[in-house]
Every structure is written in C-alpha cells, then in structure tokens.
Nanobody, 126 residues
Framework: QVQLVESGGRLVQAGDSLRLSCVAS????????MAWFRQNPGVERQFVAS????????DYADSVKGRFTISRDNARNTVYLQMSSLNPEDTAVYYC???????????????????WGQGTQVTVSE
C-alpha cells in the first residue's frame, strides 16, 4: 500500500506563486509515475502535470504550461508542483496521484492512477 500526503495549499492572490508537495510512503513498480490533478465541486477531476521517478520526464496540461513546474526528489520520495502566475481559475482541490499508466493516452486519465492523496485546497483570490 502506498500512502500519499499533500501539503502547501492555501489562499493566495492572483499573480502569486505557490509550491505544493506530495510525499509518498514508498515507491513500487505500480507507482512509476506521479501526477497532480485538480478538482472543483461538480466537475471532473482534471489532469495538471505528471512526472516519472526514473527519468523525470514530464507532461503538462495546456492550461498550466509555462506557469507550473513539476519536479521530484527521489531521495525524499517527494514530488513538487511549483505554481506561478496563479489566477482564480486555478482555484481547486489539488490531488497527488501515483500509478503506472500503460499507454501515453492514459497519462492524463484519473483511472490510470491507483493511489491518491487526500487533497490540498488552493484558493486564488482576485
């Protein structure tokens, strides 16, 4: 069993930066990729970014490219999401996920990730 614990979410103003962290209790062959998703009430969970433990290869949603950066610290089993130029549309609960998507198309699909954190709230005010 893999446990994920997110932290770092809080209320910020538009234009601010914020860094989220996700600590994984362990890494396994079923958790080769880490991802961040976000969700608002009544809306499907949305892919934000992902990274692989091994190569550090990354993927981003178009809506965050150039503003968000995902990184990892293998020694600490920790993944980060550095967010800049935040705007109110970035407001959501941000979830960390771990899994091993078997196709490239599944990298952005919530169902491809087996383990999830409890979420951390990010609120961006005008």
């Amino acid at each position: 069993q893999v446990q994920l614990v997110e932290s770092g979410g809080r209320l910020v103003q538009a234009g601010d930066s914020l860094r989220l962290s996700c600590v994984a209790s362990t890494r396994t062959s079923r958790t080769t990729r880490m991802a961040w998703f976000r969700q608002n009430p009544g809306v499907e969970r949305q892919f934000v970014a992902s990274i692989t433990w091994a190569s550090g290869g990354t993927d981003y949603a178009d809506s965050v490219k150039g503003r968000f950066t995902i990184s990892r610290d293998n020694a600490r089993n920790t993944v980060y999401l550095q967010m800049s130029s935040l705007n109110p549309e970035d407001t959501a609960v941000y979830y960390c996920a771990a899994g091993t998507p078997i196709t490239v198309a599944l990298i952005t699909a919530p169902r491809a990730y087996e383990y999830w954190g409890q979420g951390t709230q990010v609120t961006v005010s005008e």
